[in-house]
């Protein structure tokens, strides 16, 4: 039979005049069936979340220390007080995610394709990528910038920047590049060794095939979990505040010191949250709208 272009899409249940379709009776039960078992759910899923948040209401403000906890973390007063100050401070966490990102980015590449080389001429490099990689992933990101921040200036290098904030985007970007690193590795290494091949077969030099036939579908493959490496990296930029750089969650150590009052960390927090939330919803639309064009054949 064949199928007309025009023809209403599936579950549309319209009559299209032009070619006289007319859904049966059965396709337009099966399909109410459908829509009311979606509304049931929606219901039940409503419902159900509702009831848990009013346990979880129930149990926090019945708590016996809750009054002196409302008080000490969420004070609307110093909320007021802190949130523009934080939001001051989070344009540097906005700019250290720009920069420290795309560094991350092309110094993971760097390292992935030193790792990926062939011949034993590129053996030494390829071992240094390793235990580059292997190092920084083992070693604690706090202590990274520890030493980074503190342990630099205190060498008193001619012509090395003591800036606190330089200073901590080089130890967030020598920390997410190993970890970028083996996720490009991975990519690169997910390519089928005929695609190498069918590439050399044109006449392509093996840096022109890694170039032009390798690295884009590899990167193609890597873009979900890069994403998730980019929100980890926005989040852990409020770290640099422990050299003391004037970020949001520096802003907010500020006035908790002078106050004593824990509320503007949960509003640091909570801005943080606001600014991680979307890039996480944008990487499962990713993740989702790849998952469904493989699973057509749309991606080698």
């Known amino acids: ?41 929606t219901a039940i899923g409503a419902l159900s979340t509702l009831a848990t948040g009013a346990v979880l209401y129930l149990v926090v403000v019945n708590a016996p220390g809750w009054p002196r906890t409302k008080e000490t973390f969420f004070d609307w007063g110093y909320a007021r007080e802190a949130f523009p100050k934080v939001l001051e401070g989070l344009w540097l966490n906005v700019r250290l995610l720009l920069v420290c990102g795309a560094a991350v980015l092309v110094l993971g590449m760097l390292i992935a394709v030193a ?26 990101l706090i202590i990274n910038l520890m030493i980074v921040v503190l342990g630099v200036p205190a060498l008193r290098l001619q012509g090395v920047t003591v800036d606190p904030v330089l200073l901590g985007g080089t130890a967030l970007t020598l920390t997410y590049s190993a970890y970028v690193a083996e996720v490009f590795r991975a990519g690169i290494e997910s390519v089928h060794p005929s695609q190498r091949a069918a590439a050399r077969s044109l006449g392509l030099s093996n840096r022109q095939a890694l170039r032009y036939v390798v690295l884009p579908q590899a990167v193609r493959r890597q873009v979900p979990p890069l994403l998730n490496d980019l929100v980890s990296l926005q989040k852990d930029t409020g770290l640099v505040s422990i050299g003391g750089a004037v970020d949001a969650v520096r802003a907010a150590d500020i006035i908790v010191g002078r106050s004593l009052n824990y509320t503007p960390y949960i509003v640091a927090g909570l801005v943080f949250v606001a600014l991680t939330i979307p890039m996480t919803r944008f990487t499962d639309w990713v993740t989702a709208r790849m998952d469904r064009r493989r699973a057509q054949g749309g991606i080698t």
Do not use: C, I, W
């Not at 007309?4 to 069936?33: C, F, T």
């Not at 001429?121 to 390793?130: C, D, N």
């Open 1 to 41: 039979m064949t199928v007309n272009k025009d023809e209403p899409a599936v579950g549309s249940g319209a009559h299209d005049a032009r070619d006289g379709y007319v859904p049966s009776q059965r396709r337009l039960d099966r399909e109410r069936y459908k829509r009311a078992r979606a509304r049931r759910a």
């Open 115 to 140: 790792r990926t080389l062939r011949g034993p001429v590129f053996f030494p490099l390829r071992v240094l990528a390793a235990a580059y990689t292997d190092f920084f992933r083992g070693l604690p």
